[in-house]
């Protein structure tokens, strides 16, 4: 008999985005920080609000037969996508919305932003931003399947979809001690699909900005925060997947979502910062030899342990 549905109210459904807008920005400021002090230049806190400034003042770029629609559509989709990805994670001990495939939903808008990733390539009938585009096509058709493989087999220890159910499973073990396997190429595969370094290829200066070459103004803004959006929804995710999501002593559960998102953040930013970007070729060859068959490894441990138990 199926778990009975139990969410946050309704009205912190309108609270989300203003969450997830807060803890990307925070990681946006120690990001930028962080690379202007590499650089050894000053001012690296208020560069983000800057750039903000700059792209809402900016006027929006136009080209010769232009799709506008799919052009304008991809960056307001992302974000959205990102939010809504967010919905299923629990902001403590409860999500927004309780789903009963909430890990199948969580997917299914990292693909919805994918998609607007390639919209956004494909809109301005532009070749540099098409040639981005498709770039992000391949980089998420090597990024999906690990990274579905990875979500699966969390699912799988906590013989569910809902994700409230896989928090509750990790109440003895969190399931980063018996999948790191997994919860490394979730890290792996979300930092690519966000095309965030070192998978930034699809927006790469090689091909003066990729997708994004044609955008300016607000729909580069959107497109930029979305960006950060999805990647924040992402290391979230994370904590109820492999990190036992709000459980940890002293502090309430919601500070601990807080912290290990934070955590994971952190890891994240230090990467991009860390590696090169990895051409495509290279990144799908990775992805199919080696990530696909250790995440296929991982879930086949994982299934043997749950048989072992009764599970199934």
């Not at 400021?29 to 809402?56: I, K, N, Q």
């Not at 506008?68 to 999500?95: M, Q, Y």
């Not at 919305?97 to 808008?109: H, K, R, S, T, Y």
């Amino acid at each position: 008999m199926p778990a009975p549905t139990v969410a946050l109210a309704w009205w912190w459904a309108l609270l989300l985005p203003l969450v997830l807008i807060l803890v990307a920005c925070s990681a946006v400021v120690v990001d930028a920080a962080v690379g202007a002090r590499a650089a050894g230049r000053p001012g690296g806190f208020t560069a983000p609000a800057r750039e903000v400034a700059r792209l809402l003042v900016g006027q929006r770029r136009r080209t010769l037969a232009a799709d506008r629609l799919l052009w304008r559509a991809g960056p307001v989709v992302l974000p959205v996508a990102a939010v809504l990805a967010a919905v299923v994670i629990p902001l403590g001990s409860l999500p927004v919305a309780d789903l009963g495939i909430g890990i199948v939903w969580f997917n299914a808008m990292e693909v919805l932003a994918w998609a607007a990733v390639w919209l956004a390539g494909w809109g301005p009938n532009s070749v540099l931003s098409l040639a981005g585009g498709y770039r992000f096509v391949a980089q998420g058709l090597a990024s999906e399947l690990p990274h579905m493989f990875a979500l699966t087999t969390a699912a799988l220890g906590a013989q569910s979809l809902r994700v409230t159910e896989v928090v509750a499973a990790q109440q003895d073990l969190w399931f980063v001690v018996i999948m790191p396997v997994a919860f490394v190429v979730f890290l792996i595969s979300a930092a690519a699909m966000a095309f965030w370094g070192p998978f930034d290829a699809p927006i790469a200066g090689d091909l003066a900005g990729g997708a994004a070459a044609e955008l300016s103004g607000v729909d580069r803004l959107l497109f930029l925060g979305g960006r950060w959006l999805l990647l924040t929804a992402a290391a979230a995710m994370s904590v109820p997947l492999f990190l036992g999501g709000g459980a940890g002593p002293l502090l309430p559960a919601w500070a601990w979502v807080v912290l290990k998102t934070g955590g994971v953040l952190a890891v994240l930013v230090w990467a991009r910062r860390r590696f090169p970007t990895i051409r495509m070729d290279r990144w799908t060859e990775i992805s199919w030899l080696v990530l696909v068959p250790l995440t296929l490894a991982q879930a086949l441990v994982v299934a043997v342990v749950v048989l072992a138990q009764g599970g199934l």
